[in-house]
């Protein structure tokens, strides 16, 4: 089987080019950008928002009163957010429900009275401006309350968690991929239907060139997609290069599923019904991440959960290629498996 | 020498519930403008679709401008254009754009697309969106869209079929022309006056079988009889075969009724159709 490179790029271009004519499409792709950008201006606090902190220590001690009562120009400068303990606290910082995580001794009132010296941790998003906020008003508090006995020693922990205006961004990008799905009966089955197949494959065009130049039509857009939702939100940080690469392996394996759909279903409508019927499922991996019990078992079942799972990680900064590998091996299994599927598919169909 | 351009032998075509051909044979002459008529499901779609090479025949051969469809299936997309039934281009696509997208694929400058617009009467519509075309205008569209390769055979599939009078009348002039240059036509109708109108010779195909194949003319002469019609003062209407050898008396008596209006009918194609296959026309 002889490909050739030229007709296949020449395909691609002309699919992308009738793309941006294509409203269902830019709709498909824009809705969660737009909603993506829209939830960053909700969630961006105003500076006169108090700073949300947990106390994963310490929280009942007279100290812990007196930083949650600082005010500055007459304004409260932390929300002392409750925890059970410094686990649930923790795991606020990194889903960015809080700005930070502080420490103190138990027995930091006691030991301010005393004399003694007094250590407290503090775990903060070093680029959040909150945690800044959170910090200078510590700091404050100690200097104020420690001031003829010190020494008071402040450690500081980077960590980095999402702001709340991030929380959501892995969701939307996996939106964005899981669209390939859709996407491919949309393209493919619609050209057989009304003959485009046709008229391409009696020019000098064979079937799977024409599949390969719908499938790298999927994944350019699919990708592409999910990149400018992450990159217009600030969310290629961290280790974009692992974000990126799990994009793409995560719009390989969407599109190869919505491929092999519509070659296994020549009908247009039923095409585009099965196609929607395993969209939202495909979803509950990305919006289920990190649940208990069964509902997490099923959600990583799904590549939308590594897909998350590893740009979740790049956000807060534990991503790292070694980390990510098992995640990327089970995605890339999946995509194996589908394009084998999708291989035997087109052989079964092409003269 | 032998001066077919297509040549059929034996063509089967077995799909799981249905036999579609049975043993089709025929060839047509450079140079001429061939039709395939039949009944709805007699074959006539999947003959065409195997000799432009969509589809694969279970057994037999057919060989096109000298290229086996099977075995050489890559070369065979120079030697053809193929007009589909319904309108086969991009909506959102001028025509240009729709010529040139195919002009990259056959290698051909886009000066070929242009030229071929001006060819089909539509350069001035050239830069406007397919979807705003009517339906004349894209069958035209599509034709020259058939021509970039510069085929030895055109393949139309139901050329006229959903065109008006005027429309179709153009597209008629446009196939003659391009039969006058040399361009053998295959076409595919289920219009019978379209046929009889254009084709040099005629086949007639049902249950996959080709069951006659002459010029419109013979077929006519062969399989159906003039007809002679009479219509009295009293309105009453008869109709009588040509060929009747007591014709001449029935007249007779006819005429001590008062003949208003006596009047021969030519046999058409449809007749033709009709008295081979049993069936209408599909």
Known sequence: MRLRLRTIRILVANDLQLSLRNWSLLMLLGVPLLVSLIMSLIANPSSGTPVKVALASGASSRFAARYEAATVAGRRVVDVVPTRDSGQAMKLLTRGEVEAVIFLPDDIDQALASGRAVAVRAVVDDRSQGAVVALGALREEMRSLAAPTPPVTLTVEPLRGLTPAQIMLPAWAVTVLVSGVTLMPGTLARDRREKMMAALLVAPVSFTEFVLAKAIFGLIVTAGGAAIVLLANGGLTGAPLVTLAFILIGAAVFTLIGLLISLLIEDLQAAIGVATMIYLPLLYGAFFVGTPGIAGAIARCTPGYYVHTAILHSLNGTATWRSELPDALSLLAMGGALLVACVWAVRRQDL | ?282
């Open chain 2, 1 to 282: 020498m032998n001066n077919d351009l297509i040549q059929a032998h034996g063509l089967v075509k077995r799909y799981p519930q249905v036999v579609a051909l049975n043993g089709v044979s025929f060839s047509v002459e450079a140079g001429e403008i061939f039709g395939l008529l039949g009944p709805n499901g007699a074959g006539k779609t999947t003959t065409i679709k195997i000799l432009t090479g969509q589809v694969r025949p279970t057994a037999g051969r057919a060989v096109v401008g000298g290229i086996d469809v099977v075995s050489e299936r890559e070369r065979l997309h120079h030697a053809i254009g193929v007009v589909f039934d319904i309108p086969t281009l991009y909506e959102e696509h001028s025509a240009r754009r729709n010529l040139t997208l195919f002009c990259d694929l056959f290698g051909e400058p886009h000066s070929r697309a242009d030229e071929l617009l001006e060819s089909v009467g539509l350069r001035d519509v050239a830069g406007r969106p397919v979807r705003k075309m009517s339906r004349g205008m894209k069958q035209r569209v599509m034709i020259a869209r058939a021509l970039i390769p510069r085929p030895r055979v055109l393949f139309l599939d139901e050329p006229t079929g959903a065109l008006d009078p005027e429309s179709a009348a153009d597209l008629k002039r446009l196939i003659r022309r391009l039969a006058d240059g040399g361009t053998t036509v295959f076409l595919t109708t289920h219009q019978m006056e379209v046929a009889d109108q254009l084709c040099n010779r005629v086949a007639i195909i049902n249950r996959g079988q080709i069951v006659a194949v002459a010029s419109p003319t013979a077929l006519k002469r062969q399989n159906a009889v003039p007809l002679v019609q009479v219509e009295l003062y009293d309105g009453r209407r008869t109709t009588l075969p040509l060929s009747d050898g007591q014709l001449g008396d029935k007249l007779r008596e006819l005429a001590q009724e008062g003949i208003a209006r006596l009047a021969t009918i030519e046999p058409t194609l449809e007749d033709v159709l009709l008295a081979l296959t049993g069936r209408g026309r599909g």
